[in-house]
């Protein structure tokens, strides 16, 4: 037995270094990245359920890695977040989400915004306020073109601060979204507070609306604080008619998901700008 465990041990070692030099290679692979260009951008439309319209279309980042193919976030921003890459990453997401948006208006497609996820280790730089508005200068992109998702669980982790910063951007024109929200367990004199346009019911109620009574409730009962709260409702992940049946009866006001797209490059989604296209 003994020596089994010295065998089982050798092989955890074995796998912890793989994972430690898979890290750091990850990591300086990361750095270069940026200078070759192997970020992209996919967009994922939310539409309003009154009108057809799309109203914003979200920005997710993803890595054309020369080696691994294309990698989705989850195998990197945890790695870029702990490193404090995540701030160079965010700046080049903000500034090529900016500019995209930008070429829309000039195209004519209409007012859409466009949505960019803040990490919350982003907050820990303090000139993000600064950061944003030179790369809106930079672009030219109008404030209220442009929309903040943070989490839920990052807004409550940085209380006063993200506070004050949220009301300077919503003063500015922009948009705050509420990202994952019902995993956070915030309270409604809490989220009062904070001045935020829109919450994003997260994705795991959507997909147990239809089978559990418990996550059906959750859902009417957000839905019901964020009127009361005067805060437009975005429901994620809707993949099926009967998730959109059933928002659309709970007075829901706009979807994200499958059902209307995946995420797709820029020059994708703006077929579903058009909205006589769909739904
Ligand atoms: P998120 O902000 O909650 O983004 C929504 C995620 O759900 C996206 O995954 C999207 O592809 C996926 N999704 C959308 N509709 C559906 C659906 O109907 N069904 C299912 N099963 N999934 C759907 P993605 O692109 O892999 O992004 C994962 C997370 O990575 C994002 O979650 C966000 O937290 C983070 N992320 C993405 N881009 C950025 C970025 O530029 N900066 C930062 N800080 N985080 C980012
Ligand atoms: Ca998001
Ligand atoms: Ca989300
Ligand atoms: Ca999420």
């Not at 074995?14 to 200078?35: G, I, P, W």
Request: aromatic share 8%; proline share 3%; with cysteine.
């Amino acid at each position: 037995a003994k020596a089994c465990g010295k065998n089982v041990y050798k092989m955890f070692d074995r796998k912890m270094n793989e994972h430690a030099t898979e890290r750091v290679t990850l990591l300086s692979d990361l750095r270069l990245a940026l200078e070759r260009d192997e970020f992209v951008l996919h967009y994922q439309p939310k539409v309003d359920l009154l009108t057809g319209n799309v109203t914003s279309v979200e920005a997710l980042v993803r890595w054309m890695h020369p080696r691994l193919g294309m990698l989705a976030p989850d195998k990197f921003i945890r790695l870029s977040e702990e490193s404090g890459f995540i701030v160079e990453l965010t700046d080049w997401v903000l500034r090529t989400a900016c500019s995209q948006a930008k070429k829309w208006q000039e195209q004519n497609l209409g007012s859409v915004r466009v949505a960019v996820n803040l990490s919350p280790y982003h907050f820990q730089r303090q000139d993000v306020k600064e950061a944003i508005l030179s790369v809106l200068e930079a672009t030219g992109l109008e404030p209220a073109l442009l929309e903040i998702e943070i989490t839920e669980s990052a807004l409550m982790q940085n209380d006063e601060y993200t506070c004050a910063l949220f009301r300077e951007l919503r003063e500015l024109g922009m948009t705050i979204s509420v990202d994952d929200f019902g995993t956070g367990y915030s309270s409604l004199s809490y989220l009062h507070r904070f001045p935020i346009n829109t919450l994003k019911i997260d994705r795991t109620f959507i997909l147990n609306m239809m089978k559990s009574t418990e996550d059906q409730a959750i859902v009417t009962a957000i839905i019901a604080m964020a009127k009361s709260l005067n805060m437009q409702i975005v429901a994620e992940g809707v993949e099926t008619v009967d998730q959109l049946e059933k928002l659309k009866d709970q007075g829901c006001h706009e979807i994200q998901g499958f059902l209307v797209s995946r995420p797709v490059a820029a020059d994708a989604v703006t077929e579903f700008f058009t909205p006589e296209n769909h739904l």
